[in-house]
């Protein structure tokens, strides 16, 4: 059974960092691209980031770009994302999501979620 547990999240001043995590388990974790995505409140699913297989290319949203950092241990298999410079923008439920073995889409298993809140 795939299995993809996100932990990590929390409250955060405005300007703070979080690390995230997302333990996987259930397949053969450096086999496939990894993704996270967020849902901010009231608004619908937004791509944060994505990484390769052996974690040498990673993907941004053009607003996450330079405040971000995905990275992954397949050792742990575990993939991590390290959020800096936080803002009340970055306030909302992230979910670790399985991608394609060739590509970060299509994603077909997600997990349940960690709440971000950035507030002072």
């Known amino acids: 059974e795939v299995q993809l547990v996100e932990s990590g999240g929390g409250l955060v001043q405005p300007g703070g960092s979080l690390r995230l995590s997302c333990a996987a388990s259930?397949?053969?974790?450096?086999?496939?691209?990894i993704n996270w995505v967020r849902q901010a409140p009231g608004k619908g699913l937004e791509w944060v980031s994505s990484?390769?297989?052996?974690?040498?290319?990673?993907y941004y949203a053009e607003s996450m770009k330079g405040r971000f950092i995905i990275s992954r241990d397949n050792a742990k298999n575990t993939v991590y994302l390290q959020m800096n410079s936080l803002t009340s923008e970055d306030t909302a439920v992230y979910y670790c999501?399985?991608?394609?073995?060739?590509?970060?889409?299509?994603?077909?298993?997600w997990g349940q979620g960690t709440q971000v809140t950035v507030s002072s």
């Open positions: 999501a399985k991608g394609a073995r060739r590509w970060y889409r299509p994603v077909d298993y």
């Open positions: 259930g397949f053969i974790f450096d086999d496939y691209y």
């Open positions: 990484i390769n297989r052996d974690g040498s290319t990673s």
